[in-house]
């Protein structure tokens, strides 16, 4: 019987190792002072500091969902790595912590250097873009598991925030104020429904030009999540918070009644903000409820800040002084965890 190879059964150690030489550069861009010991360790190591008197790690884990399809249609790699940090990072902001580190997943069915690094250097701004440094990670090679072209990630955040100012929701109160931050577009729930809208459906192409949004559908589908570190981090130096809810899959009705005590719900006033042209378009183009479509997406606010009322004008000060953006969408009232609308 001939001899057989690794390389044989479909997987190529060289195409590894030399996706690993092309990611080193961008990973190494994540590091700070924290970070010990250099990339190719069978553990990364990082050093957590002596600035907490009593420090609780905070950490969550999550995948991209069904946006890589647009990322296979588009042959566009590079930004779904943002999307893959923010919906780890922003969970854990919730809690009130500072993001540490971050570890990532990347399996496929046959290894493209190119491609490989491409994701990476997404999830190394994503990194970036949330003080995180990238401290290690697995890339697998699993033919005849993943069709020729596609893959899948996940990735898992880890925080640290000081006891006493942990986050949990417990001191919302009737008549405080509900602070937006408004999102890029839709991040990255939802895309079962947009794919059956507008690939099933409709019948679209990713590279059409849609003149209700001013750019391609690929374009605006695979924008992407917006990472909210500086907004979390500004609000917390200028006042406090009594709870954050970060909007993912199941949409206002499902993510902020899980921010909130016992007690009391929220009146929200939906002409308080913007929403990206892209949530009117898919609502008017798949005859969508508006129900339906709170209960789905972002609707253009991303994330939820619970302050007390003469604390929102200082809040919001200091987070547009950042950069950024934020906008009272509503109250705190009192009720049964209810999401009201005005």
């Not at 072209?149 to 509900?178: C, L, P, Q, T, W």
């Not at 729930?189 to 192409?205: C, I």
């Not at 042209?277 to 209960?295: C, H, Q, S, V």
Request: proline residues 2%.
């Amino acid at each position: 019987m001939s001899k057989i190879t690794y390389k044989d059964a479909g997987v190529d150690v060289h195409e590894g190792y030399k996706a690993v030489e092309m990611m080193k550069k961008h990973v190494k861009s994540t590091f700070n002072d924290n970070v010990i010991g250099d990339l190719g360790n069978f553990g990364g190591l990082f050093k957590l500091g002596t600035n907490f008197e009593e420090p609780v790690l905070v950490s969550g884990t999550d995948g991209v969902g069904t946006k890589l399809k647009i990322a296979f249609l588009t042959d566009k790699h590079n930004t779904v790595g943002v999307d893959l940090v923010a919906m780890c990072a922003n969970d854990i902001l919730c809690l009130g912590a500072t993001p540490l580190f971050f570890l990532d997943y990347l399996a496929t069915g046959h290894l493209q250097a190119e491609k490989a690094a491409s994701i990476v250097e997404g999830v190394c701004d994503g990194c970036r873009q949330s003080g995180m440094a990238l401290l290690g990670g697995e890339t697998a090679e699993m033919p005849g598991f993943y069709k020729d072209g596609e893959y899948d990630m996940a990735g898992f955040a880890v925080g640290v925030v000081d006891r006493k100012n942990m986050i949990d929701g417990s001191g919302i109160k009737a008549g405080h104020k509900i602070i937006g931050l408004p999102s890029s577009g839709i991040h990255s729930n939802g895309y079962s429904l947009v794919r059956k809208l507008f690939f099933d459906k409709m019948s679209m192409t990713v590279d059409a030009f849609v003149e209700d949004l001013g750019e391609t559908l690929g374009d605006a589908l695979l924008r992407p999540t917006k990472i909210y570190a500086k907004e979390v981090e500004a609000a917390l130096k200028a006042g406090t918070v009594e709870g954050i809810c970060h909007i993912t899959g199941g949409g206002f009705y499902e993510n902020i009644p899980r921010a909130l005590p016992e007690g009391v719900a929220v009146k929200l006033d939906k002409s308080a903000w913007a929403k990206p042209k892209i949530f009117d378009y898919i609502m008017a183009t798949g005859d969508i409820e508006e129900k339906e479509m709170y209960g789905t997406f972002n609707m253009g606010i991303g994330m939820m800040l619970f302050v007390a009322e003469e604390e929102a004008t200082a809040i919001i000060e200091a987070i547009n002084a950042a950069g950024e953006e934020a906008i009272v969408i509503g109250d705190v009232v009192d009720g049964d965890k209810e999401v009201l609308f005005k």
